[in-house]
């Protein structure tokens, strides 16, 4: 099987990387940067964001697996001192894949024929560099609302734990191929007024965010944030595509939620 290890880049990940990258090829597996099966990321749950993004263009082919070397992860989910424990089973056992729904978001401009798709493994969040977002809603095709505010934030059931946490929304099981939108300070007053609650939109519902005022936005996906101008929509829905993660064994979404939130 063809591998790679991709680190965070700090002294312990990179050691532990290499720790890895040798046991797997003691054990007759292939070390493939450009076409791996399994990518093995050690770090954190930002560690695993980067190696998607890297490998986006090939999901169908590959799995990832994460160790965390800080607290404990989402998609980073083994410990590094089970490290050694891991490599046994990439190299002895047949893994099973659990698939996680991805957000897809395509972005078109005034003055431009051609849109960008982007897919987001956490969640896209659209803000703007200076004065309130103020964008209408449509959903499935009607109009919503008016959104005014700081920014909306619009996640995937596994990001749901991540920036949408925060903005007091809902956590969601990874098995909900779905996706929500939470609002950032919403204005919301006697003219002004927005839903002021998460919502929870199911497979093939399109949330277009249209901007009615002509501001540079901040747009974000996942760990990268650009810079747009001349932004006419930015349309949001359940990608067909899906994350891939090896599974060696059960760590259950709402164990890994308790512990990280929760505590013992
Ligand atoms: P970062 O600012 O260095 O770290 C953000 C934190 O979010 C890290 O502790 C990271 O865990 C954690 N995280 C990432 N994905 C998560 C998930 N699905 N569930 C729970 N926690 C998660 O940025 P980064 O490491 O490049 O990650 C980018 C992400 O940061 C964005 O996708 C966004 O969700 C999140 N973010 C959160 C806030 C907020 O909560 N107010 C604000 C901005 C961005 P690790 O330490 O294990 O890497």
Redesign the pocket.
């Known amino acids: 099987m063809r591998f790679t290890v991709t680190s965070r880049g700090d002294e312990t990940s990179n050691t532990l990387k290499k720790t890895i990258t040798n046991y797997l090829t003691d054990f007759g597996l292939t070390e493939n940067e450009k076409e791996p099966e399994i990518v093995i990321t050690v770090?954190?749950?930002?560690?695993l964001?980067?190696a998607f993004h890297h490998y986006h263009e090939r999901l169908d082919d590959t799995c990832f697996v994460g160790i965390?070397t800080?607290?404990l992860?989402?998609?980073?989910d083994w410990k590094a001192s089970e490290a050694e424990k891991l490599v046994i089973h990439i190299a002895k056992t047949p893994f099973q894949v659990v698939e996680y729904p991805l957000l897809e978001v395509v972005v078109r401009h005034h003055n431009e024929k051609k849109s960008h798709r982007h897919l987001a493994m956490?969640?896209c969040t659209i803000k703007t560099l200076e004065g309130s977002l103020v964008c209408n809603v449509d959903i499935k095709g009607e109009k919503f609302e008016t959104f005014r505010g700081d920014g909306l934030c619009i996640s995937t059931p596994?990001?749901s734990?991540?920036?949408?946490?925060?903005l007091g929304g809902a956590i969601l099981h990874p098995s909900l191929a779905s996706m929500q939108i939470s609002e950032m300070a919403s204005i919301n007053n006697r003219v002004y007024r927005t839903v002021g609650s998460p919502l929870i939109l199911p497979q093939h519902h399109t949330c277009l965010l249209k901007p009615l005022n002509e501001v540079d936005m901040q747009i974000?996906i996942?760990?990268t944030s650009m810079v747009g101008q001349h932004i006419k929509s930015i349309q949001c829905r359940v990608a067909e595509e899906k994350v891939r993660f090896a599974r060696f064994r059960p760590f259950p979404f709402w164990k890994r939620v308790k512990e990280?939130f929760v505590g013992e």
């Open positions: 770090g954190g749950d930002g560690t964001l980067q965390h800080g607290h992860g989402f998609y980073a956490n969640e596994s990001g734990t991540a920036y949408n946490k925060a974000t996942d760990h990280s």
